[in-house]
C-alpha cells in the first residue's frame, strides 16, 4: 500500500512475457516496503493494474523517483514516459490458493480451473508459479476429466470464434518434423470441394518454420476477425496466423514455462490443441501424429494413448476429433525453411515435375480424410476426390483465390548465397537427423530471414556417390552461411550413409 | 556453441540470485544462435562458467558487442568490465534428468538428490526448475527416506565443520514469532556450564528482526570460519551469522523460490534445518516450535507430525534432536526490532527488576532441557540449574567475554522518534496480531535500520483503561514512524480489547 507514486520510464529490455519492473532498491517505496529483488509487486499506471517481477537497480541509469518497465510491462500498461505509477504489495490471487490444493493432491474442478486461467491469460502469475503449474500437470497430473474441464477454461477465458455454420473443418500437426508443411495444400483442396476450412496457424516456435512463416512468403497471414471472416466469406478457407486473435490467450503463457521445463504433459498438451480449436470455432478436426525416434511422439503405442485423450476430451467439448499416425522419420519435401517450404507447396500445386512426392501425398491422404470426415464423399474414396481436385488445377486456382483474398500473391524470397554439403563416401543414406538439420537451418538465419534454411536432395534408402550434394544451405549472408557450416562441422553427420558391402 | 565474443558491462540491476544477461536482441550472437528472450544461457568469461537468464534490451543504452550482467552474474563470473565474453547454449544438466523422473513420480536416491543439489548450490537451476523442484518436493512428496538423502546431499555439497568435541549442542526455533529472542540468552548459560555451542544464527527473511540482526547490535556478527573457531576455543560458545561461510548451499537457492510459492514442503523444511545443523558440526539440537495460529505451526497435531520427521531424518544423520512445543500465540518479551530486542535480552542477563519474564521463562526452559541432552544435570533439574547461572551472574558474564571475543561489546542505538499506540476502549487485551505488529516494525525500518520497531507494553488477558499506550512505535526518521502508523490505521486493530461485561 505505497502512497508514493513513480515515474515510468522505458527499460527497452525484453523480458518475454514476464512483466519486469526495474526500481532503485534505496528508493522511498522499495524502503517502505521492503520490497526485495525478485519480489512480486502489483503495478498501477492509469487505471490499469499489472503484477510484475521487481529488480532493484544500484547504478545510477535510473532515479530514485523512477521506475522503469520491461518491454512487456511497458504494452500491457499502456504507459508513456512520465507516467504516474503507483507500487504495491500484490493482491492475494484465489487461483494460487487452488494451485495449492493442487500441489497437495486434491483434483480441481471447473470453476477452480476457470479462476487460474483466467489470471494466467491475464499474466498474474509469475514464471515461478506457471512452473508449479506446469509441474503438477506433468505426466499424469491430470486425468481426462479434468483436462476436460481445462480445456473449457482455456477456451472461455479467451476470444471465440463462431462460423454460424457446419461442418467447419480444421487440422493439426503435433510439431516436430521440418517440412512437414501439408496445411498450404490441404486449405485449398478442401475449401475447393466447397467445405469450409477456415485454418489459423502458428509461427516457428522451436523449428526452422512455422505454418503461418511459409505461408507469409507468398501471402499476407497478420489478419484481425474481419479480415478472417471476411477471407472465409469469400473463400471458404484462409491460411492465416492465429497469432493476431485473443484466442486460448492461457496456452501461450503455459507454453513459456513448459520449454525450459521441457516436461511432457500429455494433458497440457491435449488442452493446449484442442482449446485452440474450440475457440477457432472449429468442429471436425483430423490431427497428424508424425511417429518418429526424433519427433514429439517417439512410439505408435505412445500415439495410441495420445490419439485416445485427443478424441475423448475432444468429444466432450463438442469436436468429431480424428487422428492419423504418419512417418516421421525424416524431413517431408525438399525445403526447411519458410520459402524453400512455400516453394516445395507451389511444385505440387503447379504439378511440376520435380514436385516432392512425399509431400504431395501426405497432403493427399489428409485431405482425402478430412473430404470424408466432412460427408462430402464415401469412406475410402476421399483420397481420390483430393488428388482430383489436385490434378485439375482446382487446388492451385483455390489457393491463389486465398492468396488474393489475403492481400495479395508474393513471390518467395531466394538467398542470396548458398553452399552445398557433400557426401564424403558413396553408399545408402541409412538416416537423416531431423533435429540436426533444423539447427543448421536455423543457425542459416531461419524462420527471421525468410529465404534462409536447406534444401535436401536425398532421402532416407538413396544411393549416393562420393562428392554428391546430400543438402544445400540458404542464408542472407556470408556470415550466417559459414555460421550454420562451422556448427555442421562440430556434429555428427546430418545425413548418415552407410557404405556399400 | 558461439565463437563471436562479446564485452562484459555491469547492469547494475539486482536479481537476487537468479543470474541475468542483456544482450541485444540483434547483436550478432543472439541472430546466430536463436537466443530468445528468458532463455537459459551458458555465459562464460575468465575461464568461469555461468548459467543465466537471457533478456533482450532494444534500447541503446547496451552496444551489439557487449554484454550486460546483473550483479549476481558479475560476482560469480568476477567479472571486470571490458572482459572477453562467450555466451554459448546450455549444457545438458544430468541434475535435470533427476528432477524430470521425480515429477513422474520415481523416488530419488542420495546419488540423484546430490547432483541435483550440486547443480542448485553451483546455480545452474533457473528459478523455473527450482519451482519445479519445490513443487515436487510440496505436501508428501518426499518420503523419509528421500528427506534423509537429501539432507545429506544439501550437507555434502556445501562446507562443513569438525569441532572434534562432543558433546556440541545447538538450538533452533521454527520462526514466526516476533521477539522470541532466546538464542541470545541459551548460548551464555549452556557455555557458562561448560557444554560447548558454537551457534549460528540467520538475519531477518521476512521477519522485522533475525538472531544475527539483534546479535549485531551488541557485538559484530559477521565472523568466518577461523574468527568463528577461535571465539568458540576461547569461550565455547558463540552467535554469529551463518551466512558468512559456505554452509548448505542449496538451502539457501531453494527458499528463493519456496517463498513466493508459499509452499508447505515437510521434507524441504526438515532438509534445511538439518543440513543446516548436521554442516555447521552440531550433534544434539533442541528445536523450538511455537504453537499458534499465525505461526509456521498452527495445531499440537502438525507440531506432532513435523517433530517425528525431525528426529527421525536427525537420527539418520547421527543427529540427536528433541522437539518442544511453545506458546505462540503472541509476541515474546517486548522488543520487536533488532535493537529493542537486544535490550529486552540485555534486561534479563542484568536480572533488571522490568526483564520481561516470558522471554526469560522460555530461555530458561529451552537452556535447562539442552543441559539435560548434555548429560550436564539430571533429567528434570536442568531448569534449575540454568536459571542458577543466570541469577548469579555467570550468564551475563559469559555473554559479555563471547561480544568481547567476538570484537567488543556495543551499545544497541536508539530510535530518535517514537509514538505510542493507545487503547480506544477499556476492557481485557483478548488477542495480539503478531503479523501485524511485525510488518508494522518492519514498516517503521527494521531490520535494515535496527534501532527500528515496536515495543509492546501489554500482553493478552491484560487489563488496559482508555488511553493506555498499548505499544511504541520507534523509528528512524518522522517519515518511517508516518509510515507505519498509517499502515496500522488501515488495518483492524494489532491488539484487541474485549470490552468488561
Given amino acids: 500500500m505505497s502512497f508514493e507514486h513513480l515515474r515510468a520510464r522505458r527499460a527497452g529490455i525484453d523480458t518475454y512475457q514476464q512483466p519486469v519492473v526495474y526500481m532503485r532498491g534505496d528508493c522511498p517505496v522499495c524502503r517502505a516496503e521492503g520490497f526485495e529483488a525478485q519480489a512480486q509487486v502489483e503495478v498501477i499506471a492509469n487505471g490499469r493494474h499489472l503484477l510484475a517481477i521487481l529488480n532493484h537497480v544500484s547504478s545510477d541509469w535510473l532515479g530514485s523517483d523512477e521506475i522503469a518497465l520491461s518491454e512487456v510491462a511497458w504494452t500491457l500498461l499502456g504507459a508513456a514516459a512520465g507516467d504516474e505509477v503507483e507500487v504495491r504489495h500484490p493482491p492475494v490471487l484465489a487461483s494460487l490458493a487452488h ?3 493442487k500441489v497437495h493432491g486434491s483434483r480441481l474442478g471447473y470453476s477452480a480451473l476457470r479462476e487460474l486461467m483466467e489470471d494466467v491469460s491475464r499474466g498474474r502469475l509469475s514464471d515461478i508459479h506457471l512452473a508449479c503449474l506446469v509441474t503438477v500437470c506433468a505426466g499424469g497430473g491430470l486425468d481426462l ?9 482455456m477456451v472461455d477465458v479467451g476470444e471465440r470464434i463462431d462460423w454460424g455454420t457446419s461442418p467447419v473443418m480444421d487440422k493439426h500437426c503435433i510439431g516436430g518434423l521440418p517440412g512437414n508443411r501439408t496445411t498450404l495444400l490441404v486449405v485449398p483442396i478442401v475449401a475447393a470441394c466447397g467445405v469450409l476450412m477456415p485454418k489459423t496457424s502458428s509461427r516457428a516456435i522451436t523449428s526452422a518454420a512455422g505454418t503461418a512463416d511459409a505461408m507469409e512468403t507468398l501471402a ?3 489478419l484481425d476477425l474481419v479480415a478472417l471472416r471476411r477471407v472465409v466469406a469469400r473463400e471458404g478457407g484462409c491460411i492465416a496466423w492465429g497469432g493476431a486473435t485473443r484466442i486460448s490467450p492461457a496456452d501461450d503463457m503455459l507454453i513459456r514455462v513448459e520449454r525450459p521445463l521441457s516436461l511432457e504433459s500429455e494433458g497440457l498438451l491435449v488442452a493446449s490443441i484442442l482449446s485452440k480449436k474450440a475457440a477457432t470455432g472449429s468442429q471436425r478436426v483430423l490431427i497428424d501424429l508424425p511417429v518418429g525416434p526424433l519427433t514429439k511422439v517417439r512410439s505408435t503405442a505412445a500415439a495410441e ?3 485416445h485423450s485427443l478424441v475423448t476430451v475432444g468429444a466432450a467439448l463438442g469436436l468429431q476429433v480424428r487422428t492419423v499416425f504418419t512417418d516421421g522419420t525424416q524431413p517431408v519435401g525438399r525445403g526447411i525453411g ?3 517450404e512455400a516453394m516445395d507447396v507451389m511444385a505440387v500445386l503447379k504439378r511440376s515435375a520435380d514436385a516432392p512426392e512425399d509431400l504431395r501425398e501426405r497432403a493427399l491422404l489428409l485431405a482425402g480424410l478430412l473430404l470424408e470426415m466432412a460427408g462430402k464423399t464415401a469412406l475410402g474414396s476421399g483420397q481420390a476426390l483430393a488428388r482430383e481436385v489436385l490434378e485439375d488445377g482446382r487446388a492451385l486456382a483455390k489457393f491463389l483465390a486465398i492468396c488474393e483474398a489475403q ?3 508474393r513471390v518467395p524470397p531466394r538467398a542470396a548465397h548458398t553452399e552445398d554439403v557433400i557426401a564424403h563416401a558413396c553408399g545408402t543414406v541409412s538416416a537423416i537427423d531431423t533435429r540436426l538439420i533444423s539447427r543448421a537451418a536455423k543457425l542459416a538465419g531461419a524462420p527471421r530471414d525468410p529465404a534462409a534454411g536447406a534444401r535436401m536432395h536425398v532421402r532416407a534408402r538413396d544411393h549416393v556417390e ?7 544451405l540458404h542464408a542472407g549472408s556470408p556470415g550466417a552461411l559459414q555460421y550454420a557450416l562451422r556448427f555442421l562441422r562440430s556434429q555428427l553427420p546430418v545425413v548418415q550413409i552407410e557404405a556399400l558391402p
Same sequence: chains 1, 2.
Fill in 466 to 472: 562420393l562428392g554428391q550434394p546430400l543438402f544445400t
Fill in 407 to 409: 492481400g495479395g500473391l
Fill in 338 to 340: 519458410p520459402a524453400l
Fill in 220 to 222: 499476407p497471414v497478420e
Fill in 99 to 101: 494451485l495449492r490444493a
Fill in 145 to 153: 476429466d479434468e483436462t476436460v474441464a481445462l480445456t473449457r477454461a
Fill in 305 to 307: 494413448l495420445l490419439s
